[in-house]
């Protein structure tokens, strides 16, 4: 089955400065990789998605990036601030196959200090 | 966008009792729902596949007698925890995806619960 696998746990940042998280996946049929975000006690939300159609994805400070070769995908925010702060996962699917199971990563605790 | 609501949002047990969660689908119609498990500060696990009308699918290690997952319409979906016991207690959290033949059913979006938090006494 599929196996994600997500970079850094941790991460502290300075506002403005930027966050780079990276997943790698094992299952090279997975075609859609969604990013949540999820504040303490809250359900996941999602941020921006990418198909594997595409390379690259933005959404205002938010980009998604996507390597089907090296099976791997980077989440990029921009001008960080500090209600960016969370807990930052990836995910991994394929869709078409009849379920939409969704393998998390294990997460990234993001911090941006003020 | 579409609305998964969860219920209850959070409740204490008594070790050995059962427990209810209802996950359901409230401008939408879902096809398959998935149920997640997620222990503090660590990610979503998840612990079963239910399609509506039939048998759920459970992921390894997870035991299906003790969470009994019921699919009976496209609108709900039921997560019962038999004979809870302290290592039961978590968050555990719903999410759905349209049925075939919408705009959104393969597009891959899956849409979260709220999530019910469980403490077991």
């Known amino acids: 089955g599929e196996n994600v696998e997500q970079h850094p746990s941790t991460l502290s940042v300075q506002e403005g400065d930027s966050a780079v998280i990276k997943c790698t996946y094992s299952?090279?049929?997975?075609?859609?990789f969604p990013w949540y975000k999820q504040e303490l006690g809250k359900r996941p939300q999602l941020i921006i998605d990418i198909r594997s159609n595409v390379g690259e994805k933005k959404d205002q400070r938010i980009a998604v990036t996507l390597n089907k070769t090296a099976k791997h995908f980077s989440l990029h925010i921009t001008e960080t601030q500090p209600e960016d702060s969370a807990v930052y996962f990836c995910a991994a699917s394929n869709p078409p196959r009849g379920y939409n199971k969704l393998i998390f990563g294990a997460g990234t605790r993001l911090a941006v200090h003020p | 966008g579409a609305v998964v609501s969860q219920h209850p949002s959070w409740v204490i047990c008594k070790s050995g009792t059962s427990v209810k969660i209802e996950c359901r689908s409230l401008d939408f119609q879902a096809t398959t729902m998935f149920w997640y498990r997620q222990f503090p500060k660590q990610s979503l696990m998840l612990m079963a596949t239910s399609n509506e009308g039939s048998k759920a699918t459970y992921e390894q290690g997870v035991e299906k007698d003790k969470f009994l997952i019921n699919h009976a319409s496209l609108t709900l979906s039921t997560l019962t925890v038999t004979s809870a016991h302290p290592e039961d207690s978590s968050f555990y959290i719903c999410?759905?995806?349209?049925?075939f033949g919408s705009g959104r059913a393969n597009t891959g979006e899956l849409f979260f619960g709220e999530g019910s938090r469980l403490t077991v006494l």
């Open positions: 999410s759905a995806r349209e049925v």
């Open positions: 299952d090279s049929a997975s075609n859609y």
